[in-house]
Nanobody
Framework: QVQLVESGGGLVQPGESLRLSCTAS????????MNWYRQAPGKERELVAG????????NYADSVKDRFTISRDNTKNTVYLQMNNLKPDDTAVYYC??????????WGQGTQVTVSS
């Protein structure tokens, strides 16, 4: 079955960095675009970044452009989110996502990122 397992979250101070990882199994990883979403308390889940199958096309939410970088290693079935210059507003649960079709979407369990001084 499809599994997405995120890791790498934690508590950091403003200006610091974290790298999130999402390891996938149960499907042919290199055939699907991958995404990172986040959900802050009391807010809707929002798309943070996406990457195409080969990694050459990436897109970002305006709020994280120039600070976050999405990448993938198809040999390891893993997608990453490098987060630099973190801000308190980046505090959220971060989720990995893959969409097979309009109605078939899988999510990981999420990893908590807290940015606080």
């Amino acid at each position: 079955q499809v599994q997405l397992v995120e890791s790498g979250g934690g508590l950091v101070q403003p200006g610091e960095s974290l790298r999130l990882s999402c390891t996938a199994s149960g499907f042919t990883f290199n055939r699907y675009a991958m995404n990172w979403y986040r959900q802050a308390p009391g807010k809707e889940r929002e798309l943070v970044a996406g990457i195409n199958t080969a990694g050459g096309v990436r897109n970002y939410a305006d709020s994280v452009k120039d600070r976050f970088t999405i990448s993938r290693d198809n040999t390891k079935n893993t997608v990453y989110l490098q987060m630099n210059n973190l801000k308190p507003d980046d505090t959220a649960v971060y989720y990995c996502n893959v969409r097979f079709s309009a109605s078939v979407v899988y999510w990981g369990q999420g990893t908590q990122v807290t940015v606080s001084s």
